[in-house]
């Protein structure tokens, strides 16, 4: 799955943008890297957002066990990937049907953090239970919700393209063409929104999210941690 967004809708972060500049390495806009998204990935489904960005997703090559789910309702979009073994209380507390799956539950979730809840999103997102990693679009208020599971068990990244644009997926290669060193693992058990106060934990809301730059053979640029924790690593 990708997400992109652009930067006149999020607020870039300064630690991607310093790996890029230190070590300064190929990019692409973001464009060329939704169309090679799209190439790779054939058949693929895309979402233009207004200008505000793109959401792309397939079913190609997906293990069974981490499966990619879309679903959209009343202009909030939401790409979702693996599985949540909570579910089924989820649903009856949000009062959906059996059939809702996990990119719907989502939706749901934001909705009553959005509208109705006293709550920030760490105390909605600590009840997910299970392996996943999302991306959640609000086009009513142009709003981003990104976040992975407190074990990093689907692996995903995010970076910054050359026109400014950022960028989340599971596809690290994919990623690193259009992002060169302005790229990291997105940290686990983290989200980052442009409505909730940029990159933050939601297993240790207290603490403060750092980046660490990374030497230059790393794939990646930059490392965030949890402050307190041991630095947040993903899988090659």
Request: charged letters at 20%; hydrophobic letters at 40%.
């Amino acid at each position: 799955m990708l997400g992109v967004f652009s930067g006149d809708v999020v607020e870039v972060p300064a630690e991607l943008v310093a790996a890029g500049t230190r070590t300064p390495s190929p990019k692409t806009r973001a464009s060329e890297l939704v169309n090679r998204f799209l190439t790779a990935a054939a058949p693929a489904v895309s979402i233009q957002l207004a200008g505000l960005g793109h959401l792309a997703y397939s079913h190609g090559n997906q293990s069974p066990f981490s499966p990619r789910l879309f679903a959209a309702k009343d202009e909030i979009y939401c790409l979702f990937q693996g599985l949540l073994t909570n579910l089924g209380s989820l649903r009856q507390q949000y009062g959906l049907s059996k059939s809702a799956d996990e990119s719907v539950l989502v939706i749901e979730a934001y909705r009553a953090l959005r509208d109705r809840a006293p709550y920030p999103p760490s105390f909605m997102l600590a009840h997910l239970a299970g392996s996943f990693a999302f991306v959640l679009f609000d086009k009513s208020t142009s709003s981003v919700l990104v976040a992975s599971d407190p074990d990093g068990r689907v692996p995903f990244f995010w970076g910054i393209t050359a026109d400014g644009c950022i960028a989340f997926s599971q596809d690290l290669d994919l990623l690193k063409g259009s992002c060169g060193k302005s790229l990291a693992p997105f940290p686990k058990g983290c989200y980052y929104s442009n409505a909730f106060g940029g990159l933050k934990s939601y297993e240790n809301p207290k603490q403060k999210v750092t980046a660490v730059l990374e030497d230059e053979e790393e794939v990646w640029g930059a490392t965030f941690k949890v402050e307190g924790s041991a630095a947040i690593a993903a899988t090659h």
